[in-house]
């Protein structure tokens, strides 16, 4: 990839919602390397599928040959960028100083800090903790007029119903300070967020404008969105985090895996560095094929092995083929742990299992997967009854604690879908 073509590569995946100027763009982008950069704010103690459409377009840009500066909002992390819906909580310096470092290792994952387009990594508390309040107010406040800054989506919203507070209305003024600073410091010249940070970027690029006399440039994203309508990266058990302890990896895959028919495409081109063709047979294998959720399991694996690592999406892809009957041979313990969360669990006594241990039949009421010993026997005696994800089909079989999974647990499934983890005390 040439040091234009990632603006030819955005384009074609529908990642440009809006930009200062495309065409001057391509040009400085065509002249030399550039530094570009984009913030992330300290405001949980991980990152999360919101920012992976911007982690994702910095990649893209240090592929191509350019400079890319990853921000860890060390002062914009204390007070929070506006949300439409209400004030946010003020957090405790403490708590984000562990967020920050917390933040800066996830970032450190995906970019290279090496060679001649080496990323780096800054922090605007570095460059605000030392400025007075009437120093910022002359210096930069100056620049600001009230009047556009009441017009900002976020802004307006809230003063028509809750209120905000003057910390947060003075966000964007700290943004805009930290594209100034980077500029001075680095020569960043671009810089690249969500297209709810349209008027924050911009803020920044007017205040260059003004005080250094230079034009320098905005790109964003589009929001996105699932193709109901509902905010991407929440499941009905909240957040997708990217960090695992959070998020499992196999919680993770599933995300992707299940994602929506009118959704996998898009967010192939948005999560993914598959090329255009590579997208385009995908596109048409799903549409030949749909049950086979190729695309799917393509879209789930590019971007987990891109958070996680190609080892760890091994063993959720292991995890998820148990769900559908694959042996349980090889399967680590923390891998099984994860399906544990997944399907129920029922809690057993361990003397239950001891010496000749007790009928299976018993167990798949106390399992709940049959209502009755009479249809368990039925069920077992039909085939439909599995132990450990292998068929059983003695009804006077007995579990032991020679069945126990790690010392623990006993899989036991009825037909295909309906699974209990027995977990002994």
Known sequence: MNRTSVLDDLVQRDLVASATDLGALREDLAKASITMYCGFDPTAPSLHMGNLAQIVTMM?????????????GGSTGLIGDPRMTGERAMNAVDVVRDWEAK?????????????????????NFDWTKDVTAIDFLRDIGKHFSVNRMLDREAVSARLNSTG???????????????FLELYRRYDCVLQTGGSDQWGNITAGTDLIRRIEGVTVHALTTPLITKADGTKFGKTEAGTVWLDARKTSVYRFYQFWINTADNDVVRFLKYFTFLSREEIEALEKAHAANPGAREAHR????????????????HEAIRASEILFGAPLEGISEATFNDLVGEVPTKPLERAKLDGPGTLLTELLVHAGLCPSKGQARKDVEGGGIYVNNVREANSQRTVTSADLLFGKHVLLRKGKKNYTVLTVS
């Open 164 to 178: 905000i507070s003057y910390t947060e209305f003075s966000y964007q003024l700290l943004q805009a300070f930290d």
């Open 103 to 123: 933040i800066k290792a996830q970032l450190e994952h995906f970019f290279d800090f090496s060679g001649e387009y080496a990323c780096r990594m800054v922090n």
């Open 60 to 72: 893209r840009f240090q592929q191509a040959g350019h400079k890319p500066l990853a921000l860890v």
């Open 298 to 313: 393509a879209l789930a694996k590019c971007v987990t092995d891109l958070i996680h690592g190609e080892s760890a999406t």
